[in-house]
C-alpha cells in the first residue's frame, strides 16, 4: 500500500523559512516523479513544484520561482520541499504526489497517482 507522508508544516513569520519533508514507503520510489501541491482555503489545489525520478529536472510555479526548491534522496525515498522567503500568501495545505516518471502535464493534479494527507503551513504578516 503506497503511503506518502509530509512533515514540516508550521506557523512561520513572513520572510522566514519552512523545509517540507515527504516520506514514501510501498512503492518503488525512484520510478516516480515527485510533485508538491498547495490548497489555500476557497481555492482550487494548485502546483507548486515537481521533480524527476532521478533529480536532474525540477520546474516551479512562476508564484515561488526563486523561493521554493524542490529535492529528493531516493536513498531515504523522501522528497523536501525548501520554503525561504515566505509571504503571506504561500499560506495553505501542502501536499506531496507521486507521477510515473515520463508523464507529462506535471502541473495537473489528475497525473498523479499517489497523494500524502498533507501539512499546513501558515505566514503570518
Known amino acids: 500500500q503506497v503511503q506518502l507522508v509530509e512533515f514540516g508544516g508550521g506557523l512561520v513569520q513572513a520572510g522566514g523559512s519552512l523545509r517540507l519533508s515527504c516520506a514514501a514507503s510501498?512503492?518503488?520510489?525512484?520510478?516516480?516523479?515527485m510533485g508538491w501541491f498547495r490548497q489555500a482555503p476557497g481555492k482550487e489545489r494548485e502546483f507548486v513544484a515537481t521533480?524527476?525520478?532521478?533529480?536532474?529536472?525540477?520546474y516551479y510555479a512562476d508564484s515561488v520561482k526563486g523561493r521554493f526548491t524542490i529535492s529528493r534522496d531516493n536513498a531515504k525515498n523522501t522528497v523536501y520541499l525548501q520554503m525561504n522567503s515566505l509571504k503571506p500568501e504561500d499560506t495553505a495545505i501542502y501536499y506531496c504526489?507521486?507521477?510515473?516518471?515520463?508523464?507529462?502535464?506535471?502541473?495537473?493534479?489528475?497525473?498523479?497517482?499517489?497523494w500524502g494527507q498533507g501539512t499546513q503551513v501558515t505566514v503570518s504578516s
Open positions: 510501498g512503492m518503488t520510489f525512484s520510478a516516480y516523479a
Open positions: 521533480i524527476s525520478w532521478y533529480g536532474g529536472k525540477t
Open positions: 504526489a507521486a507521477r510515473m516518471a515520463g508523464t507529462t502535464n506535471y502541473d495537473s493534479p489528475s497525473v498523479y497517482h499517489h
